[in-house]
């Protein structure tokens, strides 16, 4: 009997770890603050870096976000509130951007493409809360499709949120004849 109790407890002990291990992501309300680390989570494309006069040092090989994470850093912030300013009140007034969600290959497909739905909706909620239109926003997750890493740097450049310019949503005025 007791050894049977044993082996529960510990069949137990070891499910209720993998269950701690496959929690689901959760994005952070974007606006709290967190300790500065040196890294951006956010790959803003050529164009609006031009367009916007945004002058990031090495944002290509900045570090992007942590495994299994969601949560915008600091470096991250100082970016996207350019972005929206100039989407906002600048040279891209009125123009729609593109959010996609990127992860490193390490995890399941359906979670990865979850994870970079996470990562895309940080993103877009932030930049709403600065004052973009929610609706001029498309976002969407790529998961894993595009990675390229094949170990912990690489993974590292995979694990992010591409911003770039997206063409306009077509009017869609119907005109009606009586």
Same mark, same amino acid.
């Given at each position: 009997?007791?050894?049977?109790?044993?082996?529960?407890?510990?069949?137990?002990?070891?499910?209720?770890?993998?269950? =701690?291990?496959?929690?689901?992501?959760?994005?952070?309300?974007?606006?709290?603050?967190?300790?500065?680390?040196? $890294?951006?989570?956010?790959?803003?494309?050529?164009? #609006?870096?031009?367009?916007?006069? #945004?002058?990031?040092?090495?944002?290509?090989?900045?570090?992007?976000?942590?495994?299994?994470?969601?949560?915008?850093?600091?470096?991250?912030?100082?970016?996207?509130?350019?972005?929206? $300013?100039?989407?906002?009140?600048?040279?891209?007034?009125?123009?729609?951007?593109?959010?996609? =969600?990127?992860?490193?290959?390490? =995890?399941?497909?359906?979670?990865?493409?979850?994870? =970079?739905?996470?990562?895309?909706?940080?993103?877009?909620?932030?930049?709403?809360?600065?004052?973009?239109?929610?609706?001029?926003?498309?976002?969407?997750?790529?998961?894993?499709?595009?990675?390229?890493?094949?170990?912990?740097?690489?993974?590292?450049?995979?694990?992010?949120?591409?911003?770039?310019?997206?063409?306009?949503?077509?009017?869609?005025? #119907?005109?009606?004849?009586?």
């Amino acid at each position: 009997m007791r050894r049977s109790a044993a082996l529960f407890l510990a069949a137990s002990a070891v499910s209720l770890a993998l269950v =701690g291990c496959a929690k689901k992501p959760v994005a952070k309300d974007p606006t709290e603050t967190t300790s500065a680390r040196a $890294r951006s989570n956010v790959s803003v494309s050529e164009d #609006i870096m031009k367009a916007c006069q #945004i002058h990031v040092d090495n944002v290509d090989r900045a570090p992007k976000f942590d495994y299994d994470d969601a949560d915008l850093q600091p470096e991250d912030r100082d970016v996207l509130e350019q972005v929206a $300013r100039c989407v906002t009140t600048g040279p891209l007034k009125g123009r729609h951007l593109s959010l996609v =969600g990127r992860c490193d290959p390490r =995890g399941e497909v359906e979670y990865n493409m979850s994870l =970079g739905e996470y990562r895309a909706e940080s993103v877009h909620d932030y930049l709403a809360k600065l004052g973009v239109d929610p609706a001029a926003m498309a976002k969407t997750s790529r998961g894993e499709l595009d990675a390229e890493g094949k170990d912990e740097d690489g993974w590292r450049r995979d694990r992010r949120v591409d911003v770039s310019l997206a063409p306009a949503k077509a009017k869609t005025d #119907i005109a009606r004849r009586d």
